[in-house]
């Protein structure tokens, strides 16, 4: 449902020297929310796409199924939220025809950016998915100056320089290489670089309140995805090749993806709501490392000496970039 990127899309809160000081407990526990929240996504649709007892290979029928579960769940806690403070966080839920017409062009971006990323999931090892990710720090800095003029510092663009030598040394160093994840990672790239822009751009329309957004994007994501899920093709093929389609531990399954990738909405919003933009950037990319580290070893990925220098410089350079850039922020 969502993406390891995402954390930069949402507002970060301004700090100050009257700024509360939280426990270290309530730090702790909302660094530790998002890290399960974003492994979670990540295993738990893999293991639902191609690596598991259920492997169910539909990966434009996964993201609507998702889409539909965090839909249930936006309504769900924006009705709770009337009654009990602890759901507060999540407004009721709104629908606003003028407003979705405007906002309809960041869901396009939305749909192709999660279908992708999905596919790309399905077709390569969980250690070369980062890999292929991190290509959206280059297309950020092409697309905001190409669409922004928004120019990008020296340090930045030698940051990115290192992420696209990890990309290519990781590449050509994949032992279980596939042309199909590569563009489909790719691509996945370029639209999570598109949705960062049109998230900027269309905030405004709903008082840059993110859940709001949430609402509004994933209602129209359903609508513009249901068709193209039933036009593939991939409908037909599920009742004719799927046998475990009326298993409950398959739906349980599939729920529970739809549950961590809204989860990871909520979990990037307390990390940054209790931690800094400097340790929510620095914890995203530890994550990704330990990412890494965790599918070697559940499943147990191939790793060459070639694949691993990409991924490490991959890494490295998306490290310093966060840095970089929390720097510049700063001294703005």
């Known amino acids: 449902m969502s993406t390891d990127k995402d954390d930069k899309y949402l507002p970060t809160p301004a700090v100050h020297a009257g700024a509360p000081r939280h426990p270290l407990s309530l730090i702790i526990s909302a660094i530790a929310f998002y890290w399960v929240a ?14 598991s007892e259920f492997k169910f290979p539909y990966p434009l029928f996964v993201t609507l199924y998702q889409l539909i579960v ?3 769940l936006l309504v769900v806690c924006g009705q709770l939220g009337k009654r009990n403070r602890t759901f507060s966080i999540i407004p009721p839920f709104e629908f606003d025809l003028e407003i979705a017409r405007k906002i309809a062009p960041l869901s396009v971006v939305y749909v192709l950016m999660l279908t992708l990323n999905n596919l790309c999931l399905q077709l390569v090892e969980v250690t070369f998915y980062q890999v292929a990710r991190s290509l959206s720090i280059f297309f950020n800095i092409l697309l905001t100056y190409t669409m922004l ?3 990008t510092s020296p340090a930045a663009m030698m940051a990115c320089a290192v ?11 994949e032992s279980n290489f596939s042309w199909a994840g590569l563009w489909a990672g790719v691509g996945s790239s370029v639209f999570v670089a598109l949705y960062g822009i049109y998230v900027k751009k269309t ?9 709001r957004l949430l609402h509004y994007n994933t209602a129209i994501s359903i609508v513009l995805l249901t068709p193209i899920v039933l036009f593939s093709g991939e409908v037909g093929e599920i009742n004719r090749e799927v046998y475990f389609l009326w298993d409950l531990g398959f739906w349980f399954l599939m729920t529970l993806t739809g549950v961590a990738g809204f989860l990871i909405n909520t979990a990037m919003f307390l990390q940054i709501k209790y931690t800094t933009a400097l340790t929510n950037t620095i914890s995203g990319t530890a994550k990704s490392c330990v990412q890494t580290l965790l599918a070697m070893v559940f499943y147990q990925n191939p790793i060459t000496a070639m694949n691993g220098f990409g991924i490490f410089l991959s890494l490295l350079g998306s ?3 966060s840095w970089v850039r929390y720097a510049e922020m700063q001294r703005r």
């Open 70 to 72: 965090a839909l249930v």
């Open 163 to 173: 992420v696209v030598l990890g990309f290519f040394v990781g590449s050509y160093g």
């Open 319 to 321: 490290g310093i970039y």
């Open 38 to 51: 974003s492994l979670s996504v990540v295993f738990l649709n893999k293991t639902i796409l191609s690596g």
């Open 203 to 211: 905030l405004a329309l709903i008082d840059n309140n993110q859940w």
């Open 149 to 151: 003029r928004q120019k």
